[in-house]
């Protein structure tokens, strides 16, 4: 068995991120038929999707940022100011973006992350569903990864 010796670096590069990120979308695209058959289609990148709610004075009451990807939607980000909770707004936001991305961009799914105190009842009120937990994610906090089937 011949051994080998490496030299570890912990330096941020952005040039061997590129890298790596090329050489394991290649290897993926290897292994997996679906992948494989997704390179070159309008369906391999990532698209974003994004839903804002203006007050009166132009200033934003709320908004989701998200974006979809071959036939998912992924909300990254659901805020609604304090002084507009309790008005269904979240509620708006996010159909809103669900409805986008079924009806335009033909996603059949939908997935997010929350963490335990802001709004996992939230979504499981709107038909999602609790598919992974992680405790102590960061330490005291539970988050929670739920998705939901469009249409």
């Not at 979809?68 to 909300?75: E, F, K, R």
């Not at 994610?137 to 249409?151: A, V």
Request: aromatic share 8%.
């Amino acid at each position: 068995m011949v051994s080998r010796m490496f030299r570890l670096e912990t330096e941020v590069d952005k040039s061997r991120q590129d890298l790596l990120r090329r050489r394991l979308r290649d290897t993926n695209t290897a292994a997996s038929p679906v992948l494989r058959a997704l390179r070159g289609t309008p369906g391999e990148r990532e698209h974003p999707l994004q839903v804002w709610a203006l007050d009166d004075s132009g200033a934003v009451a709320g908004g989701l940022v998200g974006h979809t990807w071959t036939t998912w939607l992924h909300v990254t980000y659901l805020w609604v100011d304090e002084r507009h909770r309790g008005a269904r707004l979240g509620s708006h936001l996010l159909a809103a973006a669900e409805r986008l991305a079924h009806d335009e961009r033909g996603c059949t799914a939908a997935r997010l992350e929350t963490w335990d105190f802001q709004a996992p009842e939230f979504y499981r009120k709107r038909g999602y569903d609790v598919v992974c937990v992680i405790p102590d994610y960061p330490p005291g906090i539970t988050e929670y990864t739920l998705t939901k089937r469009l249409g």
